[in-house]
């Protein structure tokens, strides 16, 4: 069993962590130990429900080096102070996106012979395990993934993280926005493979407009509905634990007919962020190889930088050929 710390008790905690952690800690797998956070008052559902230690701040612990193991999930304005006492101190993070936006810091981070990964639902989510598992099956080397403001770019760009792994900074970005339609046009292009999102720059509050598209799949077009009706058609045929768990616990304030749709997506990000977490764990108690590094971190943000500088300059740019523009960065 590991003990815990939690930092942070926002909306993120409360509807994603909160029943994953209740899960694991009936399983006997985690201990939920203590609670950080400014306001006692804002984090007393998770002491109720976990009985555990109040802390106003990270220095009032006392607890050995490389002994506590952290999930951080706070504003992004305080988290890199949070992040640098933690490894100041040399604790194992489990951080929350939006991660850092200071190359450096990463940069930093990833030096450290620490057990650090990043809450990407994305990355762990069984809809792009599904879609990696298609592309394989296949052997397919030609295909386009286009995005629908199914995701914020960060997220987005994860998935092409995990879908192109170690070449993923050779490829060329080309991106604008559209002032008028206030949409940011991204397209990355790796030989014949190409990602393409559209995303909206004001929040869109209709979840069902957000979807993925997986196109020239032997002649095929495979959205991300598809795959999650297919993936949720499985964990209903095989009983799965956890699905059901959720399925009990998970409830929806969007009283349409769609809701148990957007039901299902809700369960699947969780399970995409149980996924990352366990492995975070695993990775501590096991010595086992961690998804998503700093390193990865680094190429996604990076990643992100180039597509933001690419529209600014409206040309096209190659990652690799700017590797010294990170150290600037």
């Known amino acids: 069993m590991m003990e815990l710390f939690i930092i942070g008790s926002g909306n993120r905690i409360l509807n994603d962590y909160l029943p994953m952690l209740k899960y694991l800690q009936s399983k006997n797998n985690i201990k939920v130990v203590g609670v950080i956070n400014r306001t006692k008052k804002n984090c007393e559902y998770l002491l109720e429900e976990f009985q555990c230690k109040y802390f106003s ?7 050995k080096k490389k002994q506590g193991n952290f999930i951080l999930s706070i504003n992004h304005t305080v988290k890199d102070k949070s992040v640098k006492e933690l490894i100041k101190k040399n604790f194992n993070i489990f951080i929350d996106t939006p991660l850092s936006k200071s190359m450096r810091l990463l940069r930093k981070v990833s030096k450290k012979n620490l057990k650090i990964s990043f809450a990407e639902d994305f990355f762990g989510s069984p809809i792009t395990m599904k879609l990696i598992s298609l592309i394989n099956q296949n052997n397919v080397n030609k295909f386009e993934i286009v995005n629908k403001n199914f995701t914020t770019n960060y997220h987005f760009f994860s998935i092409i993280g995990q879908i192109i792994r170690k070449e993923m900074l050779n490829c060329n970005i080309s991106s604008r926005i559209d002032g008028d339609k206030k949409i940011v046009f991204d397209k990355i292009s790796y030989g014949k493979i190409i990602f393409r999102s559209e995303t909206n720059l004001i929040k869109q509050n209709n979840q069902l407009e957000k979807e993925f598209y997986f196109s020239d799949f032997k002649n095929k077009n495979i959205s991300s509905k598809n795959i999650l009706d297919d993936i949720i058609e499985s964990l209903i045929s095989t009983d799965d634990e956890f699905f059901n768990y959720l399925k009990e616990n998970i409830k929806t304030n969007i009283d349409i007919t769609n809701s148990i749709y957007l039901k299902n997506k809700k369960i ?5 962020l149980k996924n990352m977490f366990t492995n975070w764990i695993n990775s501590i108690l ?8 700093p390193k990865n971190a680094c190429e996604i943000l990076f990643l992100l930088k180039t597509a933001s500088i690419s529209r600014k300059l409206n040309i096209s740019m190659n990652p690799s050929k700017l590797k010294l523009i990170q150290y600037l960065l």
């Open 268 to 272: 699947l990000k969780i399970i995409g």
């Open 57 to 63: 701040s990270i220095k009032d612990l006392d607890i």
């Open 286 to 293: 096991n010595n086992e190889e961690i998804f998503l590094t």
